[in-house]
């Protein structure tokens, strides 16, 4: 069975950092790209963060760039995101997730088949 | 980045009754080397991370019933549910993943009238 396992989320004061981590089991973890998305309380999905299957290539949605870093261990078969200079806006329930591998070509462009659990992060003094 | 965005944001349904969502993207997610839409459905329950439903616009996941159905292309989608069920009551959400810069819908909350 496919898993992912998300974890590190606290509560933690703006300005300060925080590094999340991803677990996974239960597939070939170097031959797919992954993905952080959050959710904040109430409202919608926000892609946050995407990472090549060897770590080479890494995307970010505008609104984190410069403040958080994905990277993965494919030894561990782990998947982490270091985010700092936290905001209150960053608050949210954080999901890791696995691209399908059905990209038909068009390399990279994958939905996304398996999501964890998610965990939760709370940026408040 | 495309600006992904649905109607209606709630929709009350009867049970057995059809439910459908759109989707509108703010430019084309189809690729022209291989004719797919690279557009996704997904479901959200409470409490519940989010669940694959249909991607390439209109490709069925594994074991999702066929009530559900995919449709559109290039900047017009649509979610069709042919018949209702209790279990269907969620949150739905469409996505492109044409561009590296992946985004959501704002999602459409559904429900049973």
């Known amino acids: 069975e496919v898993q992912l396992v998300e974890s590190g989320g606290v509560v933690v004061q703006p300005g300060g950092s925080l590094r999340l981590s991803c677990a996974t089991s239960?597939?070939?973890?170097?031959?797919?790209?992954m993905h952080w998305v959050r959710q904040a309380p109430g409202k919608g999905l926000e892609w946050v963060s995407r990472?090549?299957?060897?770590?080479?290539?890494?995307y970010y949605a505008d609104s984190v760039k410069g403040r958080f870093t994905i990277s993965r261990d494919n030894s561990k078969n782990s998947l982490y995101l270091q985010m700092n200079s936290l905001r209150a806006e960053d608050t949210a329930l954080y999901y890791c997730?696995?691209?399908?591998?059905?990209?038909?070509?068009?390399?990279?462009?994958?939905?996304?088949?398996?999501w964890g659990q998610g965990t939760t992060v709370t940026v408040s003094s | 980045d495309i600006v992904m965005t649905q109607s209606p944001d709630s929709l009350a349904v009867s049970l057995g009754e059809r439910a459908t969502i759109n989707c509108k993207s703010s430019?084309?997610?189809?690729?022209?080397?291989?004719?797919?839409?690279?557009l996704a459905w997904y479901q959200q329950k409470p409490g519940q991370p989010p669940k694959l439903l249909i991607y390439?616009?209109?490709t069925r996941e594994f074991g999702v019933p066929d009530r559900f159905s995919g449709s559109g292309s290039g900047t017009d989608f649509t979610l069709t549910i042919s018949s209702l069920q209790a279990e269907d009551v969620a949150v739905y959400y469409c996505?492109?993943?044409?561009?590296?810069?992946?985004?959501f819908g704002q999602g459409t909350k559904l429900e049973i009238k």
């Open positions: 390439w616009a209109s």
């Open positions: 239960g597939f070939t973890f170097y031959d797919f790209a």
């Open positions: 990472i090549s299957w060897n770590g080479v290539n890494t």
């Open positions: 430019q084309s997610v189809l690729y022209s080397s291989n004719n797919k839409n690279y």
């Open positions: 996505q492109q993943y044409y561009s590296d810069s992946r985004t």
């Open positions: 997730a696995k691209d399908d591998g059905r990209s038909a070509g068009f390399h990279g462009h994958d939905a996304f088949d398996v």
